[in-house]
């Protein structure tokens, strides 16, 4: 599947690798599948075996990341997955979203949560996550369901909430917004008390 969808997005470009106007959106959703599955396939993997640098679907993200016009906000977060944690050579991530497409920050509002789950987080990582859920979620339009459920389990990973994997992976999350909302509630809560019966024993 990964392969058939790398020939896809090849297809919407010429012969100097210049995008189709007409194949614009079709390279972006390309791109967009094909680093959901890629993601897929890093948590399948995870904690037992590593998919690294060199495996067929990272060798695919990387050359696409080298075409012209390639969507770095989707890429770059993606590539990041195919280091050890830690690792010295770890991609660079936007910190921001600056000059990010707005089509782009829900998309990353469902990916991210793979960096926390799998251990690739830096500071990079951490203040796009924040970057994306004040985005989303201070919208003038009230956001739907769907970004509030993306959001809401974001946040929770980022403070270490433990969630099955097909929740991490599941492209609708809105049916479970109120669970990932309690689970998000009580790890708050539980800081929350155990900051201040800290405070009380000083």
Not at 29 to 48: F, N
Not at 97 to 125: A, K, M, Q
Request: proline fraction near 6%; hydrophobic fraction near 40%.
């Amino acid at each position: 599947m990964l392969h058939q969808l790398y020939d896809i997005y090849t297809s919407c470009f010429d012969v100097q690798k210049q995008i189709v106007p007409s194949l614009e959106k079709k390279a972006s959703a390309c791109t967009m599948a094909l680093c959901h599955l890629y993601c897929g396939r890093v948590l399948q993997a995870y904690p037992g075996k590593f998919l690294g640098q060199e495996s067929p679907g990272s060798n695919m993200l990387f050359d696409m990341w080298s075409w012209p016009e390639a969507e770095d906000y989707v890429l770059a977060p993606t590539a990041k997955l195919s280091h050890p944690e830690d690792s010295p050579n770890s991609q660079w991530v936007p910190s921001d979203l600056v000059g990010c497409p707005d089509s782009i920050p829900e998309w990353l509002s469902h990916i991210l949560p793979y960096h926390f789950v799998t251990g690739r987080v830096d500071e990079n990582v951490e203040k796009l996550a924040i970057a994306v859920i004040s985005k989303l979620l201070s919208s003038p339009c009230s956001p739907s369901t769907q970004i509030v459920a993306n959001c809401t389990l974001l946040a929770c990973v980022m403070v270490g909430v433990q969630f099955d994997n097909k929740d991490i992976v599941r492209l609708d999350k809105s049916f479970a917004v109120s669970t990932y909302c309690v689970s998000c509630g009580a790890v708050s809560k539980g800081t929350l008390g155990m900051r201040w019966r800290q405070s009380r024993q000083r």
